[in-house]
């Protein structure tokens, strides 16, 4: 039943954005313009709210450096993802539960195609932008998806710390 619920949703995500969203960035590199959702990891971002620059790099290693990161909650950070791999890498920001049901979809289905705003695809010695607001107190994870990746370790997280207990 799991799997004939993930073929079906795959279907679905697939179908409805194959024409508008691709698993790469466009020609131009942008992304499509969309408003903002609030998810349980935060909302996107847009560069006027950025308060902190971070650099992560990733390598064929299946590793991010840094793996993890601190976030003050409300703090928006401009993470620029730089790829020093020979492979396609991406990170993806969710709730440990989202990316592990995300990791065994892109295992069946390799091919997927998929971006949001809390996504990075990016192609060997290249860099993306996430432009993110870490607004929910707690652990966000991050993981590269692609097949087989995730299972190898790619995969790290950001402790988000709560306003309340930053003024102890």
Request: charged content about 20%; aromatic content about 6%; some cysteine.
């Amino acid at each position: 039943m799991k799997s004939l619920l993930i073929a079906s949703l795959a279907l679905v995500m697939t179908s409805a954005t194959s024409s508008v969203l691709a698993h790469a960035p466009g020609s131009n590199g942008e992304r499509p313009s969309m408003p903002p959702e609030q998810t349980a990891w935060g909302i996107g971002a847009d560069e006027a709210a950025v308060d902190r620059e971070v650099v992560i790099r990733m390598d064929d290693k299946m590793r991010f450096y840094p793996d993890h990161l601190d976030v003050a909650e409300g703090e928006t950070l401009k993470l620029v993802i730089h790829n020093d791999g020979q492979l396609l890498h991406e990170l993806v920001l969710g709730t440990q539960e989202e990316l592990e049901e995300h990791a065994e979809m892109m295992e069946q289905f390799p091919n997927m195609e998929h971006d949001a705003p809390y996504m990075a695809h990016v192609d060997p010695g290249q860099s993306q932008s996430i432009i993110w607001t870490f607004n929910r107190a707690g652990r966000v994870e991050f993981a590269c998806l692609l097949p087989g990746h995730f299972q190898a370790g790619m995969k790290g997280g950001v402790q988000v710390v709560s306003a309340h207990d930053t003024h102890h």
